[in-house]
T-cell receptor
Framework: AQKITQTQPGMFVQEKEAVTLDCTYD???????LFWYKQPSSGEMIFLIY??????QNATEGRYSLNFQKARKSANLVISASQLGDSAMYFC?????????????FGAGTRLAVHP | GAGVSQSPSNKVTEKGKDVELRCDPI?????LYWYRQSLGQGLEFLIY????????KSGLPSDRFSAERTGGSVSTLTIQRTQQEDSAVYLC????????FGPGTRLTVL
């Protein structure tokens, strides 16, 4: 079974609108971390936001917020006020186990296109 | 990525040749990771280092792949007798929680 599932291969949004990118995960660990990365066409992987499994508040970083629903095992990324520069691939990733030296497991990604 | 450089940025090689990819983290994190990304795919974990030791090599696809890290800093990923299926972007990352990625090396095996 896939550990990280991103069901939207592609999404588009109108500039200045909000968009939600879906991510569900599967783990039996109680301690884990969830990450979102952005990959523009240049290829670099840019860290956006992190949510720990024990964090009670949803993580926010500027225009990015993570809608963490632990019981549903979902960690959706919400981008508010979309900008043309947000057009990119977005990857959800999970670290199993406690915070520390652990590999990340990535989903297949969602390609977001922001239209003017 | 914050403080990670990789070289070369592009490498084209012939099938059967050996290649060496370099990762040079700057930020001093003890944890360093190698991933690869095939065309249109997500990232696949290869190996991680804690200091100069590699506690998890589980992602290395075959014994043609090896990696080392020296001085708790620079790491090299070596692929021997390259095959066409090795063509991918090889990414290095550092970080003890959030991982910060280098720009990657695009490897093309002809």
């Amino acid at each position: 079974a896939q550990k990280i599932t991103q069901t939207q291969p592609g999404m588009f949004v109108q500039e200045k609108e909000a968009v939600t990118l879906d991510c569900t995960y599967d783990t039996s660990d109680q301690s884990y971390g969830l990450f979102w990365y952005k990959q523009p066409s240049s290829g670099e992987m840019i860290f956006l936001i992190y949510q720990g499994s024990y964090d009670e508040q949803n993580a926010t970083e500027g225009r990015y917020s993570l809608n963490f629903q632990k019981a549903r095992k979902s960690a959706n990324l919400v981008i508010s006020a979309s900008q043309l520069g947000d057009s990119a691939m977005y990857f959800c990733a999970m670290r199993e186990g406690r915070r520390g030296y652990n590999k990340l497991i990535f989903g297949a990604g969602t390609r977001l296109a922001v239209h003017p | 990525g914050a403080g990670v450089s990789q070289s070369p940025s592009n490498k084209v090689t012939e099938k059967g040749k050996d290649v060496e990819l370099r990762c040079d983290p700057i930020s001093g994190h003890t944890a360093l990771y190698w991933y690869r990304q095939s065309l249109g795919q997500g990232l696949e974990f290869l190996i991680y280092f804690q200091g100069n030791s590699a506690p998890d090599k589980s992602g290395l696809p075959s014994d043609r792949f090896s990696a080392e890290r020296t001085g708790g800093s620079v790491s090299t990923l070596t692929i021997q007798r390259t095959q066409q299926e090795d063509s991918a972007v090889y990414l290095c990352a550092e970080g003890n929680n959030e991982q910060f990625f280098g720009p990657g090396t695009r490897l093309t095996v002809l």
